[in-house]
């Protein structure tokens, strides 16, 4: 049933210039998201407006945003400590992509499709929003009333174990579980920097208080990821108190990129790196001007907190996930935003009429009898993705499936016989498959390592087609991915933050009777 028979070469060849790139030791930190980012979010796709390498990343608009190893700036009144080179983090090596922003097609890719509308449902136990192209589900973001995402916040630790063969520190941030503080994200005195940077041993000590912005909730055994490297988000920028640079979404085209270059090198304010999220395209200088001064007011109220904080105290907390989610992927390309509670309502266009007045009459108030997923054929849609089988609109048809160590995706022409040879098939099976998978991981929020089984194909020129429609599709992601080459075996390795619980964590629990297996061993062996 796997519709295949041959198994092409999967020649390997230099990263496209859609993947993604390392980050620079001096660019900005963005813990909070940064437009795109139910959740680390966001992460900012910027690049420095100074002709210097800078980081590619897809995540600038996810809830929760990439910590690029950048210099900080203590809110206790300490000297500036600054990080001048971070250690690395592990990982593969990455091809870097040319400066500049996006193509204009990829950029309609993005910003030209079909119709958005964002639907927010408030019930007793879950709050719940999903974002439509159409009628079609394509993301989901939902919390619990007793589940509390820590993304964002700023807490006055205190360390309670340094391990040096892992270059990490455990921090109490008084929520049960240590966090993990891993010593590329410990800020450096500048001062007392010659040469080498010192290790994380000489750095932390047991007992001592430190100010950690959560870049990642604690997910299973895991704590929460934990960063020195402070920042704060707002609608159109991110402020990263001890930066010098300016950044600027690399989602935006360079005609918008140069603008705003022009209107914020005036507005950045001085020992405060800036980065420019996506959300900024089209923000007049007033707009603008006013986000930079509402994030400066913010951060020297957390200044202010973390002088007088004892450890373990919060000194800043992110909005709850309605605001955030607004905040961070709401824009010009939807069409509505609606609600089904009258006092959620107010409070959206209340944030709204301060960041963005455009955009307040586009909230409006569910009034029909049924929930308001129900009306949209949401509750639905989220169903069929809890699902392993995914049928495409050909007859062809996806198996998800997730295991301890990744996600795995096959490719299958199922009913699809197509027309007139067997390579065109499986290209247009492969071609629509494309389009489905990245919707998928945007919807079940996948992340961490996947591979996708394709169905073979044995001319090069499809393949590369094939790659071509997923990152196009991929654009649309505000999380941050990394996409490989086809491999000789014909699988497309890729990486997508994982940065919250997805859509199987928050509406499935584990069998008791197979403990997940998805099958029951047999009672006899012999």
């Known amino acids: 049933g796997r519709g295949r028979g ?11 210039a859609g993947e993604e790139s390392t980050a620079p030791a001096d660019a900005p930190t963005a813990a909070a998201p940064v437009d795109a980012a139910p959740a680390d979010t966001t992460s900012a796709d910027t690049v420095p407006v100074d002709d210097a390498l800078s980081q590619s990343e897809s995540a600038e608009d996810s809830p929760s945003s990439t910590r690029p190893q950048a210099r900080s700036r203590s809110a206790r009144g300490r000297s500036a400590t600054r990080s001048t080179r ?18 204009e097609e990829t950029r309609r890719a ?4 079909p119709p958005r509308r964002m639907m927010v449902t408030v019930g007793e136990k879950r709050t719940q929003i999903a974002v439509l192209e159409e009628r079609t589900l394509v993301e989901h973001y939902v919390t619990r009333r007793e589940d509390v995402s820590y993304v964002g916040n700023i ?17 109490d941030i008084g929520k ?28 932390l000590k047991l007992g001592q208080s430190v100010l950690v912005q959560v870049t990642k909730d604690p997910m299973g055994t895991k704590g929460a990821r934990l960063t020195q490297h402070l920042s704060i988000a707002g609608r159109y920028c991110v402020l990263a108190p001890g930066e010098e ?55 020297d109220q957390v200044s202010a907190r973390a002088e007088r904080a004892k450890p373990l105290e919060a000194v800043y907390e992110e909005p709850g996930l309605v605001i955030r989610v607004i905040r961070d992927v709401f824009g010009s390309e939807y069409s509505q935003l609606t609600v089904d509670s009258e006092e959620l309502a107010t409070q959206v266009r209340t944030y709204l009429d301060d960041v963005s007045p455009e955009f307040v009459d586009k909230v409006s108030v569910h009034t029909g009898e049924d929930n308001v997923f129900d009306a949209y054929e949401i509750t639905n849609q989220i169903r069929r993705a809890l699902e392993r089988k995914v ?21 299958n022409t199922g009913k699809f016989v197509g027309e007139r040879n067997l390579e065109e098939t499986v290209l247009r099976n492969n071609i629509e498959a494309a389009t489905e998978i990245a919707r998928q991981l945007r919807l079940r929020d996948m992340g961490g390592i996947i591979v996708i089984d394709f169905v073979d194909m044995l001319v090069p020129a499809n393949r590369d087609e094939v790659l071509k429609r997923f990152r196009r599709e991929l654009a649309r992601d505000k999380t941050k991915s990394r996409v490989m080459e086809i491999s000789k075996l014909g699988l497309v390795q890729m ?6 619980q997805g859509l199987q964590e928050s509406f499935t629990t584990r069998c008791d009777v197979c403990e997940g297996r998805g099958a029951r061993i047999v009672e006899s062996i012999v």
């Open 176 to 203: 049960g579980r240590n966090g993990v503080l891993y010593a590329g994200e410990v800020n450096y005195d500048e001062a007392d920097l010659e040469g080498e940077l010192p290790r994380i041993e000489q750095t």
């Open 155 to 171: 807490y006055l630790g205190r360390v309670q174990n340094v391990l040096p063969g892992m270059e990490a520190a455990f921090v």
């Open 86 to 103: 971070g250690r690395s983090t592990g990982g593969p090596p990455t091809a870097r992509r040319p400066l500049g922003g996006v193509s």
């Open 495 to 500: 990486t997508r933050k994982n940065v919250s």
């Open 391 to 411: 049928w495409l609109k050909s007859g062809g048809y996806l198996i998800v499936e997730k295991t301890e160590a990744m996600w795995v995706i096959d490719v």
């Open 110 to 113: 993005i910003t030209e499709g």
């Open 245 to 299: 640079m300016l950044g600027i979404s690399r989602k935006l085209t360079d005609d918008e990129r140069e603008r705003l270059r022009k209107i914020l090198k005036g507005l950045k304010p001085e020992g405060y790196g800036l980065i420019v999220r996506t959300a900024a395209e089209g923000a007049t200088r007033e707009q603008l001007e006013a986000d930079v001064a509402r994030l400066e007011r913010i951060w």
């Open 6 to 16: 041959r198994r092409g070469s999967g020649r390997s060849r230099e990263a496209a």
